[in-house]
């Protein structure tokens, strides 16, 4: 079993809709929680991260960590064509140093 | 240009034949990892430095690949004797000291091709 889980997708939306993206992990471990976006043969790009319970908040985008459920959601207001990517979830025990990311979610919006 | 940078950005190999890449950090991050990404995968971790030192490996680093980062500024990645199972894309990050470790800047990737 990974210790990190995401929902594989694909997802596919239309303009102007709310994404929710999520991952489960399993390592308690985890100290910070991270979400990236890549785009088709590109390095992915951090969106944001996050440190405690609780949500925050980066203009369209909403990160949500819920460590006593070992899960974390990335939410998506008004979602663009430009959102279409796929989007990564990484954390990071910082004892360990290095970036445990999930599969991805390949989301698709639509004009 | 103030990003992570790598080269060369895509690399056809024939089985057997050795590779290096090279990875250019972000100036004065003293973090720099090495991840490999298949296609529908999430990137794997490989191997870090700070500065100079290689802190960690994976176990995915058999005894074919080797990563240096002399004097710790840009890295080096070697894989000797290469698999079609290790065509993949190459990924460099750089970051700052911690607790900067979440500020992880990706390049490009390099993409390995073993024919």
């Known amino acids: 079993q990974k210790e990190v889980e995401q929902d594989p997708g694909p997802l596919s939306v239309p303009e102007g809709a709310i994404v929710s993206l999520n991952c489960t992990y399993s390592?308690?471990?985890?100290?910070?929680f991270m979400w990236y976006r890549q785009y088709s043969r590109k390095g992915p790009e951090l969106l944001m991260y996050?440190?405690?319970?609780g949500n925050k908040e980066d203009g369209r985008f909403t990160a949500q960590v819920d460590k006593s459920s070992k899960y974390i959601s990335l939410f998506i207001r008004d979602s663009q064509p430009s959102d279409s990517a796929t989007y990564l979830c990484?954390?990071?025990?910082?004892?360990?140093?290095?970036?445990?990311f999930g599969d991805g979610t390949t989301l698709t919006v639509k004009p | 240009d103030t990003g992570v940078s790598q080269n060369p950005r895509h690399k056809i190999t024939k089985r057997g034949q050795n590779v290096t890449f090279r990875c250019d950090p972000i100036?004065?991050?003293?973090?720099l990892y090495w991840y490999r990404q298949t296609l529908g995968q999430g990137p794997e971790f490989l191997t870090y430095?700070?500065?100079?030192?290689?802190?960690?490996k994976s176990r995915l680093l058999s005894d074919r690949f080797s990563a240096e980062r002399p004097k710790g500024s840009f890295s080096t990645l070697e894989i000797q004797r290469t698999e079609q199972g290790d065509s993949a894309m190459y990924l460099c990050?750089?970051?700052?000291?911690?607790?900067?470790?979440?500020?992880?800047?990706f390049g490009q990737g390099t993409r390995l091709t073993v024919v």
């Open positions: 430095f700070q500065n100079e030192a290689q802190l960690e």
């Open positions: 990050a750089s970051s700052p000291r911690p607790p900067g470790d979440t500020e992880a800047f």
């Open positions: 996050t440190y405690s319970s």
């Open positions: 390592n308690s471990a985890f100290q910070y």
């Open positions: 990484a954390m990071i025990n910082t004892n360990a140093g290095k970036s445990t």
């Open positions: 100036s004065e991050h003293n973090r």
